[in-house]
């Protein structure tokens, strides 16, 4: 099983390369990011890109609806310009990752983006996401480019969250540039 691996290490601040084609190596690393995605708990995830395993290399998945989708060289092709934070205006999306783990904020996101890569047998595929799916997949994608949704929150200014396991409620961090070191 492969570890999913907290900030700050080094791999998760690299630009991830290009997949050539899809090796026996390359199979087994698909494997084993679904594998720890699957058995993400404790908090548990929607979305595990390569680096957070440990593997320099363009490709994430998704796991929503008890789903796993595999996403490999993606490339956003075109994103609205309507950005949102999620939820609602009152309740903003609080986006998490399992590299950060604990830590939830809001992030400016496209509403709607059109996304091609490849899965896991070799198969170009284009779609078009909105909302929250949307939202996971930029997410992930940042992953692949070296960007922590962390990184949005000191550049827009915004809250960044710890979740209380205990009281399971989330507590405002004052300065979350006091939290952010990485």
Partial sequence: M???????????RKKCLTINRITPD??????DLKQAMIDAHNPEGVGLSFPQIGYSIRGFVTYLDKKM?????????????????GGTKDRPTLEGCLS??????????????????????????????SSFPARLAMHEYD????????????????????????????????????????
């Fill in 143 to 182: 992953h692949l480019e070296g960007v922590l949704f962390t990184d949005y929150t000191l550049k827009d200014n915004l809250p960044l969250y710890l979740l209380n396991q205990e009281q399971d409620k989330f507590v405002q961090i004052e300065d979350p540039s006091s939290v952010i070191k990485w």
């Fill in 26 to 31: 390359v199979q087994q690393q698909i494997d």
């Fill in 69 to 85: 989708k595999v996403y490999l060289n993606p490339l956003i092709l075109d994103m609205s310009e309507e950005k949102t934070l």
């Fill in 100 to 129: 950060i783990p604990w830590l939830y904020g809001p992030v400016w996101r496209p509403k709607k983006i059109k996304i091609q890569a490849i899965d896991e047998h070799g198969v170009e595929f284009v779609k078009t996401l």
């Fill in 2 to 12: 492969q570890p999913i691996l907290s900030v700050p290490h080094e791999i998760l």
